[in-house]
């Protein structure tokens, strides 16, 4: 590597010579049959128990299928979740959580998402990049920049996006409620978005329904207040009438 030692620095370059951009290409994720397809939304809307409803749906149909979730969805992914997911709420700042998110993002899509999409396989994952915007900006009450955010996804992510993205929408106070109940059954308690309280809460559903209302073509809203027959049948729809399965 070329020494910099008493070369003078302008905003041209370094002593006239051009200094090379950084770049982060991404070739478009081949996708021969396979579809992307992420289930969005707050605690206790009720997206893992649907995720696993259409699965064995597609599998019925013998579409092959990949479940998948973040954080967590690769063994590193695993131990990024209990760090995220567990413990108390004001260990991390919203900075440090959006880099351990796309950390985790990067992860999952190069050693899981994007192998099966090439291998034409179905890949339905419990959350995507929309959370971290519900979470860390809307959540956290924009305390991280937008650029910022968008800017780490070009990063790790490029110009990839969900086929489709199901928002399940649901009062706050109710899945909150919903939330606390599963815990009580676990042995990890993963509870520490769940302990920031309900304005936080009620300003990452805002967001969640600010980021719908933008993209209607990627976006479905579902009801979450259903009862789990009636929800999977409203998810099955939806995807018979995008995917004409």
Sequence with gaps: MASLKGKVATKDGIDGEEIPQLEFPFPPVPRPNGKFITFEGGEGTGKSTQLKLL???????????????????????????????????????????????????????????????????WVLSDRFADSTVAYQYYGYDKKVPLETLNGLYKLTVGDFKPDLTILFDLDPKVGLERSYKKSLKMEVKETRHESRGLEFHNR??????????????????????????????EVIRVIAERFKI
């Excluded at 979740?81 to 880099?99: I, Y």
């Excluded at 719908?212 to 479905?220: E, P």
């Design 55 to 121: 699965g064995d749906f597609l599998h019925q149909r013998k579409i092959n299928n990949l479940l998948t979730k973040e954080p967590g969805g690769t063994d590193i992914g695993t131990e990024l979740r209990q760090l995220l997911v567990t413990g108390d709420k004001d260990k991390f700042d919203a900075v440090a959580e959006c880099l351990l998110y796309y950390a985790d993002r990067r992860i999952h899509l190069t050693n899981k998402v994007w192998p099966a999409l090439k291998e034409g396989t």
């Design 204 to 233: 990452l559903r805002n967001g969640y329904l600010e980021m719908a209302a933008a993209d209607t073509k990627r976006f479905v809203v579902l009801n979450a207040d259903k009862s789990i027959e009636d929800l999977h049948h």
